[in-house]
């Protein structure tokens, strides 16, 4: 990793309801775990997101909640803001594409590829609501889906197979406003000339990113340029969103930006927003050809930001870099069930959050150790009491507090002198000694869930360690020796956790850093460090890592989903 600079993006999330944990495991976690490793390399990195703000599904909540959009968008906003906060995902930068300067930086793209004649203005027909008497964008229209027969597809996509549509697509398209069947009705929109993009997106995609691309993304990006790409209509006609200016005098309709040209442009406000605030200069993290732009997003937006984001940037001509990856992860299931926002089959971050407090590392863990990466994966709360009990409490917490234990009572809390090693202890040193590098490895080809098991493969070495050579039966002069000698591999053992524990469990790290009085290194300092605690080294306070999940904890949530089921 040898960039200067690293630009990481995590899609914007739709500020129309809370984030649930398919959002954390498919977008945020991955992208967080990444970051913290990058801020723990010593490297210069930023992470950028923000609240999407605008289109169609923003107007539709208000409208069911019988408000504005303006109050919708503040009400999630905040929500999903302190959800990332309290979830421990912190952000260089958290905007929202409400914002002044967003409107300015969207607004100046389109006006800019508007004169260099980048786009084009088409009058064209398209579905018109007669009883509520408005065009109807993509969202707003709902039928069966030509491929899987879901009689609830949108005008845009099917949820339930996940195929990109046009509003024309649907079998039976249906107004989602008034419920009637809308008519067709002329109407001035502009378009983005995809398809003159055709040979540039083939060979950056096909040519360069066919081995370093996951297969979903890759797979996908060519499946659309297979196909061959057509003219997209980047403006709607609704009176939410960025406007477009000047409006045509002709049209009586407002017209805003299309929510998938202006969002993606929100990762370059939000950066210069976060710029501004600290009075530095954005251009190197969106123009420094050795900066990586590495993009964090669910599967449903591969086509936006594989297709149209490198378009705009291409189009626009202004120097900036094009993603290096584009990660993004299948979904995750909960019980079995597809996760579904309108049916409330969810578990929303902010209610976990109330239910089980100061237990972020248990979901974080459980998310990693499920994360949907290369096929669509299943939470369940049996599983998650399981892992939580087994794993987190048994393995890594019981090893901690053996080895904490055992040296206070010991050697008075202080680490001791190795003195004479065994082979066994030499080995499991050099383990020690070479599990920084190996997760660096599995973090840097985005294997989160496999770096994960290798810093958990760590602890289970101290428990079967300390099982095997029985320091508790010790206790003559004879044996006092290798007593120690066992307490001073324990505790490096317990002293790397620490260390290597905070890209994944960033409060357990804290707490662990806290009871060895230790400082958080660089992981280069990590690497090349011959002891993490040295003896006569003396420990602090000993601190409860995790608490165990009852049945009765278990039992709350699945009455909960039942009732869901019910309705």
Known sequence: MKNKKYTVTAALPYANGPIHIGHLAGVYLPADVFVRYLRRKNKDVIFICGSDEHGVPITIQAK????????????????????????????????????????????????????????????????????????????????????????????????????????????????????????????????????????FLEKWILTHHKKDWKINVYGQAKSWLN?????????????????????????????????????PIGYISSTIEWAKRKKIDWKPYWKDKNTKLIQFIGKDNIVFHCIIFPVILKAYNGGYILPDQVRANEFLNLENEKISTSRNWAVWVHEYLEDFPNQQDTLRYILISNMPDKKDNNFNWKDFQRKNNNELVSILGNFVNRSITLIQKYNNGIIPNPGILSIKDKEILKKIKKTPENISDLIESYRFREALICFMDLARIGNKYLTKEEPWKMKDPQTNKRLKTILYVSLQIVGMLAQLAEPFLPKTSKKLLEMLRLKSYFWNQIENVEEILCPGHLLGKSILLFNKITNENVKKQLQKLEKIKKI
């Open 64 to 199: 069911k909640e019988n408000t504005t959009p303006k109050k919708i968008v503040n009400k999630y906003h905040s929500m999903i803001k302190n959800c990332f906060t309290n979830f421990g995902i912190h952000f260089d930068n958290y905007s929202r594409t409400s914002t002044e300067i967003h409107h300015k930086i969207s607004t100046s793209f389109f006006n800019k590829l508007w004169k260099k004649g980048k786009i084009f203005s088409k009058t064209s027909e398209q579905y018109y609501d007669n009883k509520a008497r408005q065009f109807l964008p993509d969202r707003y229209i709902f039928g069966r889906c030509p491929h899987c027969q879901n009689k609830e597809a949108y005008g845009d996509q099917c949820e339930n197979c996940g195929t990109s549509l046009s509003p024309e697509e649907l079998i039976g398209a249906r107004s989602t406003i008034s419920g009637s069947y809308p008519i067709l009705k002329k109407t001035k929109h502009w378009y983005l000339p995809l398809n003159e993009y055709q040979n």
């Open 227 to 263: 196909k061959g790409l057509q003219p997209r209509a980047i403006t709607r006609d609704l009176n939410w969103g960025v406007p477009v200016i000047p409006t045509p005098p002709s049209e009586k309709e407002k017209k805003v930006l299309y929510v998938w040209f202006e969002a």
